[in-house]
């Protein structure tokens, strides 16, 4: 009998965890791989929440997390860290998800080893360096050094090609965010107090209209988030909105958001949500307001218009489609957009078309099959 194909798998925030947590139970349910999970936990408790839910205990975690880490010692621990993790497990691959640090860092170890790095996520550009920041860079670092590369959308898939990779090494497979969010479903159907936690705040905003908003980009920081913050304070003078935002854990987001929005009556700040609570809130809002890009693929999967708070997009498909738009962070130009949206039935109609262009639920199983015919190939 062959050896299954010893895959290490590698990540460090709450959106890799999200997007790779179906790709691993399904490497984990197959017998012909041997799946070893490192975290790096650039995230901690972001981390953890996800962990969680998923059932996922890693067999290895760097715990790198430091308040405000700078890019520069975050990147450097992570190097060495993850480096001595493929020393010991000395497996036969790598796979790392989207564009984190800790993605560029644990495809930038593996190749410093001669190891086949597996992209999940792969080809997604904006086309610009400095938004999303430094995301665009990072992904585009783990592009020239990936064996496979595991586009979600064709237009992900002809970037990729454009940029001459080999084609016969890029495929579709859809955005393993979709699976997750049909497992979180699926899940929260069968155990509805996995999301009830939020009953108290559904309650107190009964009747309103609820908008959801999540915010963290680092490029935002500053004037950005200072705009989305004057946004969200003449949004929540309207009396029949309510604002739910999870902050995110980002003391620069933290600052800017408890000072400016503290103690308004209609703007509920609350920590971050596990992810049957997040998959509730995009249940529960009208609108989503967000610079995050799980968010973005998300929102027009439920038929959630999403108003992206970016100047550009990697993931052009929402917008496409309609369900998305860029709004950019000029706070008057955010509460044009969103009162557009509450006061014209007709432009709210016109995004909220459920809308699925990143995937169907099924890109793990995928991925993993893509992986079973490198076996076969190296065999
Ligand atoms: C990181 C990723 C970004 C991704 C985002 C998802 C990089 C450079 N950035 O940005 O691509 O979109 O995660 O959320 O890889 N913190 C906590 N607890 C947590 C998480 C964060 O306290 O569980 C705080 C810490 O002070 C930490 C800071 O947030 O230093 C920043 O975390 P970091 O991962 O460097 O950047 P993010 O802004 O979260
Ligand atoms: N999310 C969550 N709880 C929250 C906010 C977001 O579980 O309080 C989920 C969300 O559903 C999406 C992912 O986190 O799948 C997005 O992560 P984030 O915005 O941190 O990063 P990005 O996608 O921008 O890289």
């Known amino acids: ?28 349910a197959d017998p012909r791989f041997a799946c070893t999970v490192c975290v790096s936990a650039q995230h901690r408790q972001m981390l953890d929440q996800v962990l969680e839910i998923a059932g996922i205990v890693p067999d290895h975690d760097l715990d790198v997390m430091q308040p405000d880490q700078t890019l520069d010692a975050l990147t450097a621990n992570l190097l060495t860290g993850l480096g001595r993790v493929m020393d010991e497990v000395r497996p036969d691959r790598v796979m790392v998800q989207g564009d984190t640090a800790t993605a560029m860092a644990g495809a930038l170890a593996a190749y410093y080893r001669k190891l086949p790095v597996d992209h ?30 595991f586009a979600p959308t064709a237009t992900a898939a002809a970037a990729l090609i454009k940029e001459n990779v080999d084609p016969t090494r890029v495929h579709v497979t859809g955005n393993t965010v979709i699976d997750a969010l049909h497992w979180v479903s699926d899940r929260i159907a069968a155990e509805p107090a996995l999301a009830g936690g939020l009953a108290e705040l559904e309650s ?81 809002a009208e609108i989503m307001l967000t610079d995050s890009g799980g968010v973005q693929e998300e929102a027009p999967a439920l038929g959630k218009p999403v108003l992206v708070m970016r100047e550009t997009t990697e993931r052009p498909e929402g917008v496409d489609a309609g369900t998305a738009r860029l709004v ?52």
């Open 328 to 379: 950019g962070t000029d706070g008057p130009r955010i509460v044009t957009e969103i009162f557009t949206l509450l006061d014209d039935k007709d432009a709210y109609e016109a995004m909220a078309r459920a809308h699925n262009p990143f995937g169907d639920g099924r890109s793990a199983a995928r991925i993993v099959e893509l992986l079973a015919d490198e076996i076969r190939h190296e065999a």
């Open 1 to 28: 009998m062959t050896q299954p194909l010893r895959i290490l798998v590698v990540f460090g925030t709450r959106p890799e965890a999200i997007k790779l947590f179906p790709v691993i139970h399904a490497l984990k």
């Open 204 to 284: 107190r905003f009964a009747g309103k209209r609820i908008i959801g908003v999540t915010s963290h980009r680092r490029e935002n920081f500053g004037e950005g988030m200072e705009g989305i913050a004057s946004a969200i304070r003449r949004i929540a003078e309207r009396p029949d909105v309510a604002v739910i935002f999870p902050v995110h854990l980002n003391p620069n987001v933290r600052r800017v958001m408890n000072g400016a929005l503290g103690g308004l009556d209609n703007v509920a700040l609350i920590e971050p949500l596990d992810y049957p609570h997040f998959a509730r809130l995009l249940n529960l």
């Open 120 to 149: 999940v996520e792969a080809g997604l550009r904006s086309y610009n360096i400095h938004h999303p920041w430094p995301e665009e860079v990072n992904r585009k670092i783990i592009g020239a050094m990936a064996s496979l590369h």
